[in-house]
């Protein structure tokens, strides 16, 4: 029986992961993660002709470049969890539409890949499902035409601004197989903290990573130097110094094995990415690339995985609301 530790649910069954894979656009191609991409595209259209239709169409490649990994067909998938930030998700119904499997639409803004994850470790834990996928997605372009302004207007970015990933990750998780395997998930809490500034992600984040971790280990009666790799989703430069100093104040020194993967997934001497990356895409693709893969060479045994969430829209920016966070954790674990 899965075990529920207030927030923090142990399972008793932990689904392996059977499969990952990623897409990722010209500027993921250009960073120090290269080489951890399945696909990386030289444009921001991947053959469409519009943008949210490309973000669509990495959803669908990326879901069949899992299936192909694990050999499997989209029939002997469960179900789909999946989400982006485009209004009404439509990067996923639209992309992932023509599968046929049964969907779970979801929106947890930058914390999706979190969200999916638990949710699809959740029901296989719970013998409800053999397999299923979680799948999210981000383009710069789709989200900088929604959220702020159109792309060819050329604004001025911020010193704390992030750059939304172009990119997609999908880890199907099976009920039997070699693991890596999801031990643990802790659901998050919103969480407020009155930032407003649309430009300025990782402060309005970063409360929601810290409440989430923090509950995370005393849950499970953990500390943050028992994990190989604590790594939040796109905090970027700001929010992720900002998570250290919440829990510096409590008497944790964060090492070096705290990292984010906002600063992971670009070349910030090199490219002009301000604070780092974000976007649903951030996360999922450096998880499904560069974490998971380490984690199958040996590199790491157990890596604790919090993406994070900024659970705003454009016309509660435009009405003056402050910027509610939200942050899911996953256990990823290299035994049972």
Same mark, same amino acid.
């Given at each position: 029986?899965?075990?529920?530790?207030?927030?923090?649910?142990?399972?008793?069954?932990?689904?392996?992961?059977?499969?990952?894979?990623?897409?990722?656009?010209?500027?993921?191609?250009?960073?120090?993660?290269?080489?951890?991409?399945? /696909?990386?595209?030289?444009?921001?259209?991947?053959?469409? *002709?519009?943008? /949210?239709?490309?973000?669509?169409?990495?959803?669908?490649?990326?879901?069949?470049?899992?299936?192909?990994?694990?050999?499997?067909?989209?029939?002997?998938?469960?179900?789909? $969890?999946?989400?982006?930030?485009?209004?009404?998700?439509?990067?996923?119904?639209?992309?992932?539409?023509?599968?046929?499997? #049964?969907?779970?639409?979801?929106?947890?803004?930058?914390?999706?890949?979190? /969200?999916?994850?638990?949710?699809?470790?959740?029901?296989?834990?719970?013998?409800?499902?053999?397999?299923?996928?979680?799948?999210?997605?981000?383009?710069?372009?789709?989200?900088?035409?929604?959220?702020?302004?159109?792309?060819?207007?050329?604004?001025?970015?911020? #010193?704390?601004?992030?750059?939304?990933?172009?990119?997609?990750?999908?880890?199907?998780?099976?009920?039997?197989?070699?693991?890596?395997?999801?031990?643990?998930?802790?659901?998050? *809490?919103?969480?407020? =903290?009155?930032?407003?500034?649309?430009?300025?992600?990782?402060?309005?984040?970063?409360?929601?990573?810290?409440?989430?971790?923090?509950?995370?280990?005393?849950?499970?009666?953990? *500390?943050?130097?028992?994990?190989?790799?604590?790594?939040?989703?796109?905090?970027?430069?700001?929010?992720?110094?900002?998570?250290?100093?919440? $829990?510096?104040?409590?008497?944790?020194?964060?090492?070096?094995?705290?990292?984010?993967?906002?600063?992971?997934?670009?070349?910030?001497?090199?490219?002009?990415?301000?604070?780092?990356?974000?976007?649903?895409?951030?996360?999922?693709?450096?998880?499904?690339?560069?974490?998971?893969?380490?984690?199958?060479?040996? =590199?790491?045994?157990?890596?604790?995985?919090?993406?994070?969430?900024?659970?705003?829209?454009?016309?509660?920016? $435009?009405?003056?609301?402050?910027? #509610?966070?939200?942050?899911?954790?996953?256990?990823?674990?290299?035994? *049972?």
């Amino acid at each position: 029986m899965n075990e529920k530790r207030r927030r923090t649910i142990a399972l008793a069954h932990p689904p392996s992961v059977l499969s990952f894979a990623n897409i990722g656009g010209k500027f993921e191609g250009e960073g120090p993660l290269a080489a951890y991409f399945d /696909e990386l595209g030289q444009d921001s259209f991947f053959g469409e *002709k519009t943008w /949210e239709k490309a973000e669509s169409a990495m959803q669908k490649k990326v879901l069949q470049r899992a299936l192909d990994q694990a050999k499997l067909a989209p029939g002997d998938l469960d179900y789909i $969890f999946a989400g982006d930030l485009l209004n009404q998700c439509i990067g996923s119904s639209f992309g992932l539409r023509d599968f046929n499997i #049964p969907f779970y639409g979801l929106y947890g803004a930058c914390s999706t890949m979190g /969200e999916s994850l638990s949710l699809a470790a959740l029901i296989v834990a719970g013998g409800y499902a053999r397999r299923a996928a979680a799948i999210t997605s981000s383009h710069f372009c789709t989200a900088e035409r929604q959220y702020r302004m159109p792309v060819p207007y050329g604004n001025q970015r911020t #010193p704390t601004a992030q750059w939304t990933a172009t990119a997609s990750g999908c880890t199907i998780l099976s009920d039997d197989g070699p693991g890596p395997y999801i031990t643990h998930v802790t659901c998050g *809490k919103i969480v407020d =903290k009155g930032i407003s500034d649309v430009n300025n992600m990782g402060a309005a984040m970063a409360p929601a990573a810290y409440d989430t971790l923090s509950t995370f280990f005393r849950d499970t009666k953990t *500390k943050p130097d028992d994990y190989d790799l604590v790594i939040t989703g796109d905090l970027g430069e700001l929010g992720h110094a900002v998570v250290r100093d919440f $829990f510096s104040r409590d008497g944790i020194e964060l090492g070096e094995n705290f990292q984010d993967c906002g600063l992971l997934l670009y070349d910030r001497k090199k490219q002009d990415m301000h604070a780092g990356a974000s976007g649903c895409g951030c996360s999922a693709s450096v998880l499904n690339g560069y974490l998971l893969t380490e984690m199958r060479r040996g =590199k790491w045994k157990r890596i604790l995985f919090a993406p994070t969430g900024a659970l705003l829209s454009p016309t509660s920016s $435009f009405q003056g609301e402050s910027i #509610p966070g939200i942050c899911h954790a996953v256990c990823i674990s290299a035994e *049972k």
